[in-house]
């Protein structure tokens, strides 16, 4: 089948480029009627699918205007006919499901496609079911603001880089690594000298117990892989996450020796951990309404903070803690939600303050905190923005749209600066308090994380073995 042009993604959605012709199909049609006459229609009405479980997404990572890309389907009755609808106007001839259920219709996004969750209606008959493809398009921002900031970058391993966290006492960044599915064998805790990111140390976790697979048999369990990573200059120990045995960890700075690694089974599945060194707690957000406490002095478990969410109505559902920020001076404690909603907590009392929405974004997985000027930034995958809010009211002040699926953000006040990792398009950006990107350029891929150090910030990637850039860290200083 050849590629067609759909129609215009655009936000007036009156306007559209040629579409390939097809043969028509029945239609709906809105009649102007007599007052004395019944509406009528063309379409048919005939026998539904009711037991219809299929689904459809668009087939590549990231889409951007002037892309073609494919829209493939599973999960269909054999021999179903398909059309794409948007803006009304069909974006294909019909297609017909092969007989794994299967479908695949390649779709030309218009050049003039507006950045956001385009709503693609997938229409089937023989027989007739319908479902909804938010096919998102992300903004892809110009390289600009290079002479701006100073880069100095590092082999650390073959991809698999998750998280950085800087030790002022220690004049350190620690960087975990993980690499492959269950049960994972290849990870590292690693430590890197601050200014010249050489590695000084490096250790691979204990083994895991063994684990029972989907039937009940025992499998091997891999090591205790780290994801997540916060340091505790006042005990001089590295905290980290073992999300796939849903428990943390406790390494000595030093030498990474392992201080204490407590059992399976301790924390649901943990991801951020941030530290409060004046009041010994660790703090881990666990992907639902709870964040987990630890004594940094025990290292023990002291208690559990509950968020309830706001939202209200049948698409809601409950807060999903991600990524934490932490302002010790106010002591306050805030974590973003997959939800796009934001929790603010007291870290000494524990107490949740508030909690609101933010209006707007989709898939909320980054949050930073200026204290300076009282605003949070808060980076959205699903809906490719950096949200600045104003984390008194939550009022959204500004919103930048920054590239395909920003991840994580982090505050850099020397610079006054907030930097993002847009996983998906692999590029950084740099933006002010006021919602204004200043630098943007090309990242080593499937940026991860970033987090701030005495003087600039870190960037860790991903992205494949294969690729000579994968497993880098990158220092970015603002000149």
Same mark, same amino acid.
């Given at each position: ?11 007036? @959605? ?84 092969? !007989? ?167 924390? @649901? ?70 939800? @796009? ?5 007291? !870290? ?45 009211? @939550? ?69 494949? !073995? ?14």
């Amino acid at each position: 089948m050849g590629v067609v042009v759909a129609a215009a993604l655009s936000a007036c @959605g009156s306007q559209t480029v040629p579409v390939a012709q097809a043969p028509q199909q029945a239609q709906v049609v809105a009649l102007q009627a007599a007052p004395t006459e019944q509406p009528r229609t063309l379409a048919q009405f005939a026998a539904v699918d009711n037991r219809f479980t299929g689904q459809a997404r668009a087939g590549a990572p990231v889409v951007y205007a002037g892309d073609v890309v494919p829209i493939n389907g599973s999960q269909f009755k054999p021999g179903q006919m398909v059309t794409l609808i948007y803006e009304g106007q069909p974006l294909a001839a019909p297609v017909a499901v092969d !007989a794994q259920g299967k479908f695949s219709v390649p779709v030309q996004i218009p050049a003039q496609a507006q950045p956001g969750r385009h709503p693609v209606v997938v229409s089937a008959t023989g027989p007739n079911a319908a479902m909804v493809v938010a096919l998102k398009v992300s903004p892809k921002l110009a390289a600009s603001g290079q002479e701006r900031f100073a880069l100095q970058s590092a082999k650390v391993a073959e991809g698999g880089l998750y998280q950085s966290a800087y030790s002022a006492k220690s004049g350190a960044v620690f960087v975990t690594r993980a690499a492959g599915r269950p049960p994972v064998a290849q990870s590292e805790l690693v430590k890197l000298d601050a200014q010249s990111l050489q590695v000084l140390a490096r250790i691979t976790p204990a083994q895991a117990p063994e684990r029972k697979d989907r039937e009940g048999k025992m499998q091997p369990g891999g090591v205790f892989a780290v994801y997540g990573v916060g340091v505790d200059d006042a005990r001089g120990t590295v905290w980290v996450s073992n999300t796939r045995q849903n428990t943390v960890a406790v390494y000595r700075q030093s030498d990474l020796r392992l201080l204490k690694q407590l059992p399976p089974q301790s924390v @649901g599945h943990p991801r951020d951990v941030v530290i409060d060194g004046r009041l010994g707690k660790a703090f881990v957000s666990t992907v639902s309404p709870k964040i987990e406490v630890f004594d940094t002095r025990t290292m023990q478990k002291a208690g559990t903070i509950e968020i309830q969410s706001t939202l209200r109505g049948a698409a809601a559902r409950g807060f999903a803690s991600m990524s934490l920020a932490l302002d010790a001076a106010s002591g306050k404690l805030f974590a973003v939600s997959s939800t @796009g909603e934001v929790a603010v907590i007291d !870290a000494k009392s524990q107490r949740v303050e508030r909690v609101f929405a933010i209006e707007g974004v989709t898939g909320s997985s980054g949050v930073a905190y200026d204290a300076r000027s009282g605003r949070l930034f808060v980076a959205s995958q699903g809906s490719d923005d950096v949200a600045i809010v104003d984390a008194a009211t @939550g009022r959204l002040l500004h919103r930048a749209l920054v590239g395909a699926s920003p991840l994580n953000v982090a505050f850099d006040p020397a610079s006054g600066l907030a930097y993002v990792v847009n996983r998906a398009g692999s590029t950084i950006a740099a933006l002010n308090a006021e919602g204004q990107v200043v630098g943007n350029w090309a990242s080593g891929p499937q940026p991860n994380h970033i987090s701030v150090g005495g003087q600039g910030v870190y960037v860790v990637n991903s992205g494949p !073995a294969s690729h000579p850039d994968s497993g880098q860290i990158t220092r970015i200083q603002a000149r």
